[in-house]
């Protein structure tokens, strides 16, 4: 607020301004300009209209004065402090990033692993179609069909990838999340994480099945004969050419086994890899690394253990053809349980478990590394 006083005494505040001490003034005059002006004795604001603002209260009285300028020194130190405050406090801006972040950075981290895995993977679907042991196997794709073989159906791999991984831990990330605000921000117990996990892995799989069946047709196709091999250049054809030839709903033969199956591994995978890390981080106090490395381990070893039965009768789901009278082997996933069970006990539906095993934890592994270190470059971005 401005307040007008009137023109200036002539020389006077020039004189002030000087440093001539006040008994130079008229103070007859101060005290007949302050009796018309009575409001001059609140604290004046700044005056950006009179020369020298700061000055008048000094005219009028000193008391107001020395009051205003600490006033105003407590006032500008409020402001820097609550600058200060809300510049640490400063929250992340809104918008979808928020929300699209963890697909994301699941997509991402599944999709760096599977280009490390796929050869192993190749291995594992060759011993689950009976062409002999892991060493076996190796050799004879190096032999007949060079190194180039262990990257086939890497286009179907990462597609799946792009699907079943980011919906699978994007949408693990964020009922956890919300599991965890209506707990009271408390850690989650094993069965909620469980259950979560299981969520997840029904929704990943059903979004991420017509690549999973491509991806299985593709890796297969090698070891059928020349007359009834596919001949699927890509994942992208293969999808065009199942389409066209068995329907739309084709792409989601098998998916029964496949969703189960992938409900048992994030069960294992997603649950037991949140309990590892309260473990080694808040009992056995491990560092990142270690706590990384470690839950990891245990992840992969349970997502194994949990999946596999169900990824055999998959696979063998996926993989069959009708015979010379148009007829299936199986008819259904608990049909193919039934006679695996009958034919080779239990233990058949862990044939290949040590490769599996290996393909999986290490993928398991390589997941959470690569998420924890794309997690660590978007906050050092600010993301």
């Keep these: 607020m401005t307040v007008p006083i009137g023109p200036p005494i002539c020389g006077r505040e020039e004189s002030f301004h000087s440093g001539r001490a006040r008994d130079d003034f008229d103070l007859t005059v101060i005290r007949r300009r302050r009796d018309m002006h009575p409001e001059h004795e609140l604290p004046l604001g700044i005056s950006t209209e009179r020369p020298f603002p700061l000055l008048y209260p000094f005219l009028f009285s000193p008391t107001s004065a020395v009051r205003s300028v600490l006033s105003l020194s407590r006032t500008s130190a409020e402001l820097k402090s609550r600058s200060a405050e809300m510049g640490e406090n400063k929250k992340p801006v809104g918008g979808v990033w928020p929300t699209v972040k963890p697909f994301v950075n699941g997509g991402a981290s599944g999709m760096l692993a599977t280009c490390v895995i796929q050869p192993i993977d190749m291995v594992k679907v060759r011993i689950q179609l009976g062409q002999g042991s892991a060493g076996q196997v190796t050799r004879n794709m190096l032999k007949a069909e060079g190194f180039g073989a262990f990257y086939k159906g890497l286009s179907a ?139 990891s381990s245990v992840s992969g070893f349970f997502a194994s253990a949990c999946s596999l039965p169900f990824d055999y009768v998959k696979t063998q789901i996926q993989k069959m053809q009708p015979d010379a009278q148009g007829k299936y082997p199986y008819t259904g996933s608990f049909d193919c349980a039934m006679k695996t069970l009958k034919s080779g006990g239990p233990f058949k539906f862990y044939t290949g478990f040590p490769v599996y095993c290996v393909r999986i934890a290490p993928h398991v592994m390589m997941t959470w590394i690569f998420l924890n270190q794309i997690q660590k470059l978007e906050k050092s971005a600010g993301l």
């Design 157 to 295: 791999g990462l597609l799946r990838q792009a699907t079943y991984t980011t919906a699978r831990l994007g949408t693990f990330k964020i009922l956890t999340a919300k599991a965890i605000e209506a707990n009271d921000g408390k850690p989650l117990p094993l069965y909620q994480k469980a259950l979560c996990g299981l969520t997840a892995g029904a929704i990943g799989a059903s979004v991420g099945s017509p690549a999973d069946l491509a991806l299985i047709r593709m890796q297969a196709d090698a070891t059928l004969p020349v007359a009834q091999r596919r001949n699927y250049t890509n994942a992208f054809h293969a999808l065009y050419r199942i389409v066209a030839d068995e329907g739309v709903l084709a792409l989601w033969k098998g998916a029964g086994p496949t969703v189960v199956r992938a409900m048992a591994l994030n069960m294992g995978m997603l649950a037991s890899y949140d309990q590892s890390v309260e473990f080694f981080k808040d009992s056995l106090g491990f560092g990142e690394a270690a706590t990384v490395l470690g839950a």
